[in-house]
């Protein structure tokens, strides 16, 4: 088993930054593969930003340039550093491991979920 707990969520202005945190425990050896994903209320979940578990990044075409996912293997933690932030970014926030293969932001293909972080970005 793996738990996540994702902490960083916050309201900020639209334009400024948030740090996502989420730390992993349990069966670390399932944690190679990890992803953002997020959720808004009257939306279906969104993949973010992904590692395959072999040094590739992903990111969803509404993030590029902007958010930013990296980890910390000695922590067990991944991060995901989001700039300019805008307001349809508003969202629960999740952190998932162990992906099964498929299409990586694709939240289905992830074992292990987070409860979430709330970002709330205002204009």
């Known amino acids: 088993q ?3 707990v994702e902490s960083g969520g916050g309201s900020v202005q639209a334009g400024g930054s948030l ?8 069966n670390t050896a399932r944690t190679y593969s990890m992803a953002w994903f997020r959720q808004a209320p009257g939306k279906e979940r969104e993949g973010v930003a992904a590692f395959d578990g072999h040094g590739s990044t992903t990111y969803a075409d509404s993030v590029k340039g902007r958010f930013t996912i990296s980890r910390d293997n000695a922590k067990n933690t991944l991060y995901l550093q989001m700039n300019s932030l805008k307001p349809e970014d508003t969202a629960m926030y999740y ?12 939240g289905g293909r992830f074992v292990y979920w987070g409860q979430g972080t709330q970002v709330a970005v205002s204009s």
């Open 19 to 26: 740090r996502l945190s989420c730390a992993a425990s349990g």
């Open 2 to 4: 793996v738990q996540l």
């Open 95 to 106: 952190c998932a491991a162990h992906f099964v293969g498929g299409w990586i932001l694709d």
